[in-house]
């Protein structure tokens, strides 16, 4: 089936195989949903595919593809970690836009912080350990450090700067007030101390350091007091430094009662309310100074997997340590004395670059309790009801509609609700014998795992292979482990040294004189939370390929036999990433011999030199390649004479840009490609992953439509990347639309009967 893509103008035509593209362009993806076969008028896709990221200057920094892996010559890639700080400042973008709702930019702003936890929890030990060492081990060391620090702190100091002089100023012109204590009235200052002493005094330790009392374990990501005291204690003695550690139980933000605040919506931070109160707690002495912290630690856990007997009991005693790993950054307030931050400094063991001294919260994480404090829906986006989906029957004639055709579920356009449904009806169904399911990230409270107990219970096989290593959903896939097992669930745990981060659910019928299966694959996770926030595709077949391909998979999950060849399925750590090298070097080779040679892949992060070596390769020979990548990208575009025909963007909307897409085209062959994997070395080598072919033409499309020409065009909330690693806005048009923002007004409910239970 044609996709719309052509050449340049003035090039070879596209092959159409037949197909006849007659839809204006806008209407692709703005119009009414329709899922024929034409896509785009053929003048439109030459635009759409032809869009150029600037690339004024050729400068580039980090690791280099090995010698030869270009075609002989060598491209030096961008630092994976830079990219990782860049993708946040887009991110943040959403937070300075005017265009956006108040209590949504603070929640961008919000995200942004949440992102910087996870990336020092993660990310930032390497260089720290080499920066202690005072050694260089490969690409990290003391200027890896030093360089990653200056370009977070810059990004930090964005961040309390945009919140001190805009946001805050911002909410205040509506009445919305966090009231420091030097501006609280006599009424609300009583107020504050009712409340600290019934409510937060008893739940405080105030601990004066000396011999006898060393510095106490402090958490990962709490709130803490550092003081300075004058005076002796009860024994005479003067030891000058207290810590006081804050329950992570104490809500973060209160909102003062309309007795002492009759106008407007007025708020008291705890920080502020404990400041104010700290000489309460150290009754006889002279509070002198004091600071609030909070340390950041390494959090990412560490099992050796051949030397356990029982991984998941070995996680659950990991995840006992997890909070108090070694510290990576130190937070405090920006007034905080030289004396106090040293001391913390030399407490936690960190260099001078790992100290953030931020004006305002040390936490604004916690600070998104103000958006569910507020809840004003004017301040908000309009909520969105995603719509059943349209391929879908109602739940009770999906399988037999399965037996007809492939089916598509686009999230969270449309919802999740399609993913249970056909769980559902699965339980319900007498006639199914077996279920299997991977379990990578489900939540704590799932309905999907529910419906798996409820299979259990009704007599069917279930099988669940349950990623307990998903990192910071350990708690919740252990606990799933254990109650599915208890009700004799088969659970496994994959393959020793490996992630399961394939998303497949596999269901298993008697019809007939036989057994015939019915599968669905997903770019994204089993969550309907997050299948709420991010962008995903589920498909649903009951192609005896496909489904024997899945089948063969969760066996070599159970048993870890050798795989047999499948006939559809490329499997991670096996053939994936040769098989997309494959691909990649056929469009190159193509367009050497001068037929169309076509890339387009969508996905989170491209950071796997092999990959990015093999796309270098097939630029050089003249094949066009444009790549989606949302987060971390190692590939610099528009390098002269090595990746003038790749083009990168960026795209950032209201919903997280999760779909893992890829489009190759080699002369007249044309492939699309979804996968549960970005282009990252660990997904290729390290990780269970699949990607699966799409063959109904319609379907793919629908895709190439919705997921990779829609975010081409997109000229709202693109960014484009150059050579040296920064990011610029995309050309906006002044009537600019969103690739999401388009899909959202193709998918919005026309009547209420469409309409499915997620709503944000």
């Given at each position: 089936m044609a996709s719309g893509f052509t050449r340049p103008a003035g090039g070879r035509a596209a092959r159409t195989n037949g197909m006849t593209a007659s839809r204006p362009c806008h209407e692709n993806v703005t119009g009414p949903f329709n899922t024929g076969a034409s896509a785009l008028h053929p003048a439109c896709a030459m635009t759409s595919l032809l869009l150029h990221s600037p690339s004024d200057e050729h400068t580039a920094q980090g690791d280099g593809i090995p010698p030869g892996a270009a075609d002989g010559a060598s491209l030096v890639l961008l630092d994976r970690d830079h990219s990782i700080l860049a993708f946040n400042e887009r991110v943040l973008d959403w937070a300075v836009r005017e265009d956006v709702p108040l209590l949504e930019r603070l929640r961008y702003l919000c995200i942004v912080s949440s992102n910087l936890d996870e990336f020092f929890e993660v990310r930032a030990a390497a260089h720290l350990g080499a920066t202690q060492d005072g050694t260089a081990k490969g690409a990290y060391g003391v200027n890896s450090f030093e360089a990653l620090a200056l370009k977070a702190q810059a990004l930090v100091a964005r961040q309390y700067a945009l919140y001190n002089d805009s946001l805050m100023p911002a909410f205040a012109a509506l009445g919305i007030r966090i009231v420091p204590h030097g501006e609280r009235t006599a009424a609300q200052r009583r107020w504050v101390r009712e409340h600290f002493a019934r409510e937060v005094r008893p739940l405080l330790i105030p601990v004066g350091l000396d011999p006898a009392h060393p510095f106490p374990q402090v958490a990962n990501k709490s709130l803490n007091f550092i003081v300075r005291l004058r005076g002796g204690d009860a024994f005479g003695r003067e030891n000058e430094i207290a810590i006081v550690k804050v329950p992570r139980a104490l809500q973060r933000v209160m909102r003062l009662p309309a007795k002492v605040a009759p106008s407007g919506t007025k708020f008291v931070s705890l920080s502020s309310i404990i400041r104010t109160?700290?000489?309460?707690?150290?009754?006889?002495?002279?509070?002198?100074?004091?600071?609030?912290?909070?340390?950041?630690?390494?959090?990412?856990?560490?099992?050796?997997?051949?030397?356990?007997?029982?991984?998941?009991?070995?996680?659950?005693?990991?995840?006992?340590?997890?909070?108090?790993?070694?510290?990576?950054?130190?937070?405090?307030?920006?007034?905080?004395?030289?004396?106090?931050?040293?001391?913390?400094?030399?407490?936690?063991?960190?260099?001078?670059?790992?100290?953030?001294?931020?004006?305002?919260?040390?936490?604004?994480?916690?600070?998104?309790?103000?958006?569910?404090?507020?809840?004003?829906?004017?301040?908000?986006?309009?909520?969105?009801?995603?719509?059943?989906?349209?391929?879908?029957?109602?739940?009770?004639?999906?399988?037999?509609?399965?037996?007809?055709?492939?089916l598509l579920i686009h999230q969270p356009f449309e919802s999740f609700d399609g993913v249970l449904g056909f769980l559902r009806e699965a339980v319900g169904d007498p006639q199914v014998l077996a279920i299997k399911q991977t379990i990578y990230r489900t939540g704590a409270d799932s309905e999907q795992m529910e419906l798996l107990r409820e299979a259990v219970r009704r007599g069917k096989e279930v099988m669940a292979v349950v990623e307990l290593k998903a990192r910071f959903d350990e708690e919740a896939n252990i606990n799933w482990a254990e109650a599915l097992e208890s009700i004799g669930a088969q659970v496994v745990y994959g393959v020793v040294g490996l992630k399961t981060h394939a998303k497949m659910l596999l269901?298993?019928?008697?019809?007939?004189?036989?057994?015939?299966?019915?599968?669905?694959?997903?770019?994204?996770?089993?969550?309907?939370?997050?299948?709420?926030?991010?962008?995903?595709?589920?498909?649903?077949?009951a192609d005896p390929h496909v489904t024997a391909d899945m089948d063969a998979v969760f066996d070599h999950l159970a048993n870890q036999n050798r795989v047999p060849r499948l006939k559809r399925l490329l499997l991670a750590p096996f053939d994936l990433q040769r098989r997309m090298i494959e691909k990649i070097d056929a469009a190159g080779l193509a367009a050497e011999r001068g037929q169309d040679g076509r890339i387009v892949a969508k996905m989170n992060a491209l950071t796997d030199e092999a990959l990015i070596a093999a796309l270098v390769r097939a630029a050089r020979r003249g094949a066009s390649v444009d790549l989606i990548v949302r987060g971390a990208c190692m590939l610099p575009a528009g390098v002269p004479g090595m990746t003038d025909n790749i083009r990168v963007r960026s795209v950032i909307g209201r919903f997280l840009e999760h779909t893992r897409v890829f489009y190759f085209r080699s002369g007249a062959q044309e492939d699309v490609y979804l996968s549960s994997a970005d282009w990252m070395n660990r997904n290729m080598l390290r990780r269970v992953e699949i990607a699966w072919p799409v063959t109904d033409g319609k379907l793919r499309q629908r895709i190439i439509d919705e997921c990779l020409v829609a975010y081409l065009h997109d000229d709202r909330d693109a960014w484009t990347l150059a050579s040296d690693g920064s990011y610029a806005r995309a050309p906006r048009a002044l009537d600019g639309h969103g690739a999401q923002g388009a899909l959202m007004a193709r998918y919005a409910p026309r009547t209420p009967a469409l309409r499915g239970a997620a709503d944000l």
């Open positions: 109160h700290l000489a309460d707690l150290f009754p006889g002495r002279q509070v002198v100074e004091f600071s609030q912290f909070r340390v950041t630690r390494h959090s990412d856990l560490a099992v050796d997997e051949e030397d356990v007997r029982n991984l998941r009991t070995a996680l659950r005693q990991g995840l006992q340590h997890r909070h108090y790993g070694q510290a990576v950054r130190l937070e405090v307030s920006a007034g905080c004395s030289a004396f106090l931050a040293d001391f913390l400094q030399t407490q936690f063991a960190l260099p001078a670059a790992a100290l953030y001294r931020v004006h305002g919260p040390v936490n604004l994480v916690r600070l998104g309790q103000l958006v569910d404090l507020v809840n004003d829906p004017a301040l908000l986006f309009p909520a969105w009801r995603p719509a059943w989906p349209a391929q879908l029957p109602r739940p009770g004639g999906i399988l037999a509609r399965l037996r007809r055709r492939d269901v298993t019928r008697r019809e007939g004189g036989g057994l015939r299966r019915y599968g669905h694959l997903s770019t994204g996770n089993y969550n309907p939370r997050t299948a709420r926030l991010y962008t995903d595709l589920s498909y649903l077949t």
